[in-house]
């Protein structure tokens, strides 16, 4: 595996964690709920925001179109 697919792999991970705690925030569910069923501390989710889930997802598509 090269270091660009490990950056792919590792960003997916993220847009993936970022989503599901942005969608469990806006189902009003406490940071310690959302910690636990994420499996990520309360920092990382009190932390979370849109915008980092957008940058997240425009990274990604950067390092795909380094794949091809």
Same mark, same amino acid.
């Not at 942005?22 to 990382?44: F, M, Y």
């Given at each position: 595996?090269? &270091?660009?697919?490990?950056? /792919? +792999?590792? !960003? =997916?991970?993220? /847009? +993936?964690?970022? *989503?599901?705690?942005?969608?469990?925030?806006?189902? @009003? +569910?406490?940071? =310690? *709920?959302? &910690? #636990? $069923? /994420?499996? /990520?501390? !309360?920092?990382?989710?009190?932390? &979370? %925001?849109? #915008?980092?889930?957008? @940058? &997240? +997802?425009? %990274?990604? $598509? %950067?390092?795909? %179109?380094?794949?091809?």
């Amino acid at each position: 595996m090269t &270091a660009l697919e490990m950056l /792919v +792999k590792q !960003t =997916e991970y993220e /847009v +993936k964690t970022l *989503d599901m705690i942005l969608r469990l925030k806006r189902e @009003r +569910k406490s940071l =310690e *709920d959302i &910690a #636990k $069923e /994420v499996g /990520v501390s !309360t920092t990382e989710v009190r932390i &979370a %925001r849109p #915008k980092g889930l957008e @940058r &997240a +997802k425009e %990274r990604l $598509e %950067r390092y795909k %179109r380094g794949l091809n």
